[in-house]
């Protein structure tokens, strides 16, 4: 899956767009909207971003499970050995796997606390356009329908400016430099 993301100058061109793309097989689940006007989308039937799709949480998720389970695991065997016999009879096994779990769980919550606050990529990038009162939507399309999906809004809707994340982006954004 791709997401491509289309910044709309205002409502009702949203609205076209996304009753397009429902004409086009793609699903309410698909199609996601962000903008200051937000109830008149929902109004409208038009499925409204949520923190999923606004947000770094799922990445930062992900890298905290990434992170936290190796930590964990070695801090457990470092527990294991500068305690010895005194872990209670845990084995360097379930000391070191409890702590990965923990580890885990506990790289998952912090992470999570931070990439509430941390945008997608493409919301900073449009951000001033958004306050202005444009709509940016993130649109998840099969990779092989990406150019499909593309050339039928572009036709109808030239004005409207179709992004995605490029791997640079993503390297910044992952803070892998620029």
């Known amino acids: 899956m791709k997401r491509l993301y ?3 100058p205002d409502l009702d061109t949203t609205v076209n767009i996304a009753h397009e793309l429902s004409d086009l097989n793609l699903t309410k689940d698909e199609v996601h909207v962000m903008g200051r006007d937000w ?3 929902e109004e409208r039937g038009v499925n409204n971003a949520t923190l999923r799709q606004t947000s770094d949480v799922v990445n930062a ?4 499970l990434k992170y ?3 930590l964990g695991g070695v801090l457990g065997m470092l527990v294991y050995f500068i305690l010895g016999d005194e872990t209670g009879g ?3 096994v379930s000391l070191t796997v409890g702590m990965g779990v923990f ?3 506990f790289g998952i919550w912090t992470s999570t606390m931070v990439g509430v606050s941390v945008h997608d990529v493409k919301v900073d990038k449009f951000e001033r356009d958004i306050n202005n009162g444009a709509f940016l939507m993130m649109v998840d399309v099969p990779n092989d329908r990406e150019r499909e999906i593309y050339s039928a809004i572009h036709r109808h809707h030239p004005e409207v400016v179709i992004d995605k994340v490029t791997p640079q982006e993503r390297r910044h954004h992952w803070g ?3």
């Open 90 to 92: 845990l084995g360097i």
């Open 61 to 64: 998720a992900m890298r905290g």
């Open 176 to 178: 892998a430099g620029a």
């Open 6 to 8: 289309f910044l709309t």
């Open 68 to 70: 936290g389970v190796p």
């Open 39 to 41: 109830k008149h989308l």
């Open 103 to 105: 580890g885990g769980l």
